[in-house]
């Protein structure tokens, strides 16, 4: 698991050099779980950044690709192109670049339209972009207000890392800065999080 605190009500601060296991989500992924593959298009356009081979993915951005595969794919791309770095810390840095990518795919335009670049906004946009981009599991947003905001991710199997990684580019998107960045990972299929900033 995503780890940083012993607490056992769960948040602490995220960290990304944080102990991390993917095994622990891999062992218990069950079957049938799916994902766009434009995502694994935005794996393989990191690849192409970085002047690497890109391994193949499938050639249709919108068709549904087993998440396994796709977990598989970042674990990968994060040795590849994070050479030296923790996982854990490759993870979160490969995630940083989905939010950008996504936003500029027609199903991003579509949902973030009209969030510009207003974190708040992105995050209420959040469950329909994980409906659109998922077979299973759902984003909730459990509590916002001006300068806050809970998220929970449920039977996404998402690595966590990697799902903070995706939040942090949102915030760099919209030059949001937060005063406080809480994570918990209560089982492999759930990530909560919790974002503080200075409202505008």
């Known amino acids: 698991m995503f780890l940083g605190s012993d607490a056992k009500d769960g948040f602490h ?6 102990r991390f296991d993917a095994e622990e989500v891999l062992d218990k992924l069950p079957d049938g779980h799916q994902i766009r593959a434009m995502f ?3 794996i393989r356009d990191a690849y192409r950044n970085a002047d690497l081979e ?15 595969a796709y977990l598989l794919l970042q674990l990968e ?16 840095e490969l995630g940083r670049r989905v939010y950008p990518e996504f936003s500029k795919t027609m199903i991003g335009r579509a949902i973030f339209a009209l969030a510009g ?17 998922v077979s ?5 947003v459990r509590r916002r207000r001006p300068g806050f905001v809970h998220i ?20 760099d998107v919209c ?16 990530l909560e999080l919790k974002f503080t900033w200075e409202p505008d």
Not at 54 to 68: K, S, T
Not at 117 to 133: H, L, V
Not at 136 to 140: L, P
Request: proline letters at 12%; one cysteine or more.
């Open 77 to 92: 791309a994060a040795a590849a192109i994070y050479p030296g770095v923790s996982t854990g810390t490759a993870l979160f």
């Open 117 to 133: 670049r207003s974190f708040t906004r992105i995050a209420d946009a959040s469950p329909r972009a994980y409906e659109a981009s």
């Open 54 to 68: 890109a391994p193949p993915v499938p050639p249709v951005p919108f068709a549904m690709f087993d998440r396994r």
């Open 136 to 140: 299973r599991g759902e984003a909730i």
């Open 175 to 190: 030059n949001v800065h937060p005063t406080q960045f809480e994570v918990w990972t209560p089982s492999p299929d759930r």
């Open 152 to 171: 929970e991710m449920r039977d996404v199997w998402d690595f966590a890392p990697f799902a903070c990684g995706i939040w942090q580019g949102a915030m």
């Open 40 to 42: 694994a298009h935005m």
């Open 13 to 18: 601060p995220f960290s990304k050099y944080a």
